[in-house]
């Protein structure tokens, strides 16, 4: 049996760099244990320094791959990499292929790099909060450049990708209409786009698709200190590699350069500050509202009174004993 | 242009079944429309006859083509059918085939049929709540069978697909392991199993995989009334739809017959409640914070204070405001 560390006792541990303690104040921050909450703070207020990569695509983009990539150069280069996966595919979780699962074996035995999967499910409104946390805590642990690698399916996940210093999108040639349908939303969130299996006939039209798309401006935003690259790559021949990594180091010294960087990470600190909020005020209503609920549902279900004017009285109540209880 | 017509006024000219008003009074359910709130809390008073079907499986599992099947043969026995769809790649919003949108271009010249298509994004959040009033609206309207399609992937989707008296979940053989990771989450959620594209060879190893996981019972939980059917069924011969609409129906009698119905309607209206109380303090949420959230967010990004903290001062303080606001 392991002792019980107090969580407190746990951040010079991590600032240290060790293994266990990173490893238990991340299952504490992803449990959302009380007991973590001032260490997770003094955490935040020592992080800040490392270059945090969101990486997303849908399943079967080659998110993967791309990542596992990626870790093993920038290790080559001398940086710690610290990899975060919330993708319920990703090869952390059970879903990929042989291959995939290999390379990240091979990762996860050097010590100069920690992997996290998460579970999308259970941490459930809490995800973005969990893995934020997660980002800060390897962050303190000199981790130097932070993966965050997440599938392009669902708001919240989509959010995460976002809430990074450089975000990568992952497209696919060749994915069927109706995967590619779900990847709408997710293409105007990149830095850099990323076309995977590049060795393929029909890669060449996806570049292309991409590049038209920047090129009519439709996501162009006010990204004017920076053009958006679209990229080739390749796991199967190994090329485009070096490029991505080229592209990834020069939107972070872009972001240095000028006021973009700052732009984002204050959109990031807001991002941050209404998700921690959100989940601070479903967990205050979700307890003053649990012994309210079944007798209202119940007029719901005789359809003698309407969701709308229930759930009124509802909120109106399990605040007025929220705000009771604080007094 | 069209005269403005107070939604009270749409009230019985929905049921007397007008499409127009129909359609009117949807859209202003999606936008969350102020002024159509008492209208809606009627609607909500007058239906709960129709039977409501969810039916959700993964991208390129074939559910379009079920829906539409489903919706020909339940018009032939003279049901009026109704189809709300959640799906970023069903083929009324554009992603699909065009055998899909030629079967769906038949389905819609039909006056028994009524079809709407939702946007998932933009009514995020208050997604459940649009579909359910839609759902209303066509139930007062006298269509007697509702199908809502949504795709299987996202928390909110897969809750709405469950928000239904019958619930098919759609499998396809042959899908790549990645898109059937996501799926894991939605099959627990089956009444009914379907497994499409039964024509292909490696059909029968998808049967036989879902038939053994419900054999273990895996996904068991309390459905003793209810013996949960795997059936195939294959758009290109035409094969096994009879057997899906029988099993329908069968399951359309159990619920009715035993308190199968009544308990799933009790947890509906639970859910129900929760998704608009939750929608609701979101809004007041949003609105009473607006205005405290950019100076907390600027003390976040210079890591002077932690999330926790901000966020627990900008709760109690926006929780103040809004109820000072209502004193």
Redo the contacts between chains.
């Keep these: 049996m392991t002792r019980y560390v107090a969580s407190a006792e746990l951040v010079p541990r991590v600032a240290a760099g060790e293994t266990a303690a990173i490893a238990r104040l991340m299952s504490r921050a992803e449990a959302g244990a009380e007991e973590a909450?001032e260490a997770?703070?003094?955490i935040?207020?020592?992080?800040?320094r490392a270059h945090v990569i969101g990486i997303t695509g849908v399943?079967?983009s080659g998110k993967s791959t791309l990542v596992a990539r990626l870790a093993r150069m920038l290790r080559e280069e001398g940086s710690k990499v610290g990899i975060v996966a919330v993708d319920?595919?990703s090869p952390y979780s059970?879903?990929?292929?042989l291959g995939d699962r290999i390379r990240m074996t091979e990762l996860a035995l050097d010590p100069g790099v920690f992997i996290r999967s998460m579970a999308t499910?259970g941490a459930?409104g809490g995800m973005a909060?969990a893995v934020?946390d997660a980002v800060d805590i390897l962050d303190v642990a000199g981790f130097t450049t932070i993966l965050i690698e997440t599938?392009g399916?669902?708001?919240d996940e989509v959010e995460i990708a976002k809430a990074s210093d450089t975000t990568l999108v992952v497209s696919a040639p060749g994915l069927?209409?109706?995967?590619?349908?779900?990847k709408?939303?997710i293409l105007e969130i990149a830095d850099i786009h990323i076309v995977s299996k590049s060795d393929r006939s029909d890669a060449n039209r996806t570049l292309v698709d991409l590049k038209q798309m920047l090129a009519l401006g439709v996501h162009a935003s006010a990204k004017t200190e920076w053009a958006i690259p679209v990229l080739g790559c390749s796991g199967l021949s190994g090329e485009g590699f070096d490029e991505v990594v080229q592209a990834v180091r020069r939107h972070r010294e872009a972001s240095l350069a000028s006021d973009l960087g700052l732009r984002r990470?204050?959109r990031i600190?807001?991002f941050?500050?209404?998700k921690?909020?959100?989940?601070?005020?479903?967990q205050?209503?979700a307890r003053a509202?649990a012994s309210l609920?079944?007798a209202?549902?119940?007029r719901?279900?005789d359809?003698?009174?309407?969701?709308?004017?229930?759930?009124?009285e509802?909120?109106?109540t399990?605040?007025?004993e929220?705000?009771d209880e604080?007094v």
């Design positions: 909450r997770l703070a003094d935040y207020r020592r992080a800040g399943p079967g319920p595919s059970g879903g990929a292929i499910r459930m909060r934020l599938v399916v669902g708001q069927g209409d109706e995967v590619q349908a779900i709408a939303g990470r204050s600190a807001q941050r500050l209404q921690t909020a959100e989940n601070l005020l479903a205050r209503f509202s609920a079944p209202l549902a119940a719901l279900l359809r003698r009174a309407d969701p709308y004017s229930l759930a009124v509802l909120v109106t399990a605040l007025r929220d705000a604080r």
